[in-house]
């Protein structure tokens, strides 16, 4: 298993462009989540999803755009860059309680190595 | 509103010995968990340990325990016979109840710097 994956691993944007960032997992895992960490902080949740087709907004989604169209993939959209969301962007996945298949485990998240964006 | 808080920005320890990374949380939901994770210079989250807020008894996880004291709302790792590779920063962070998405709220962290 690879586990969670993300591209790229760094960017540089210029203000106004646009990307997205790219979260892929092979653990057929329901809950996805996007996090932002500035520098010297803790992370903070972007968006989240329970699973293909439902999305939500976590503690700081402006600027950001999710969808979830499969179980494995969570990309995560910057329309308009800002030199507000320079950050390291962290993917996270996790199973759902409910699930037969987390016996043992304590749902915990399973992070991603992390996209270092800058925008300039 | 949840909060998790962790007041120590960077600690030293020498080689060897125990070391306390301290956490404080609030919530009013009666079910949470908290967790601890280490963030390298490298930059990956690392879980480490997880302290369930009905588990009876503290949780421990190798070199890493937790010391959960519920009434003071407080969740403090510990760390004994640091290593060198300890240093790094160290995350602690809550979910709330069973049905809120198992959402993390995570506290500002704290740099651990093993002296040799």
């Known amino acids: 298993n690879a586990g969670v994956t993300q591209t790229p691993k760094f960017r540089i944007l210029k203000i106004g462009q646009s990307m997205t960032l790219q979260c892929a997992q092979d653990?057929?895992?329901?809950?996805m989540y996007w996090y932002r960490q500035d520098p010297g902080m803790g992370l903070k949740l972007i968006y989240y999803s329970v699973g293909a087709g439902i999305t939500d907004k976590g503690e700081v989604p402006n600027g950001y755009n999710v969808s979830r169209s499969t179980t494995e993939d969570f990309p995560l959209r910057l329309e308009l860059a800002a030199p507000s969301q320079t950050s390291v962007y962290f993917c996270a996945s996790s199973f759902d309680l409910t699930s037969s298949k987390v016996e043992g485990s304590y749902n915990e998240q399973f992070f991603g190595p992390g996209t270092r964006l800058t925008v300039l | 509103a949840q909060k998790i808080t962790q007041t120590q920005p960077g600690m030293f320890v020498q080689e060897k010995e125990a070391v306390t990374l301290d956490c404080t949380y609030d919530t009013s939901d009666p079910s949470y968990g908290l967790f601890w994770y280490k963030q390298p210079s490298s930059g990956e989250m690392i879980f480490l340990i997880y302290q369930g807020s009905y588990d009876q008894q503290n949780a421990t996880e190798g070199r890493y325990s937790l010391n959960f004291q519920k009434a003071r709302k407080s969740a403090n790792l510990v760390i004994s016979a640091s290593q060198l590779g300890d240093s790094a920063m160290y995350f602690c962070?809550?979910?709330?109840?069973?049905?809120?998405?198992?959402?993390?709220?995570f506290g500002s962290g704290t740099r651990l710097l093993v002296r040799p």
């Open positions: 653990m057929n895992h329901n809950y």
């Open positions: 962070a809550m979910r709330e109840g069973r049905h809120s998405s198992y959402k993390l709220i």
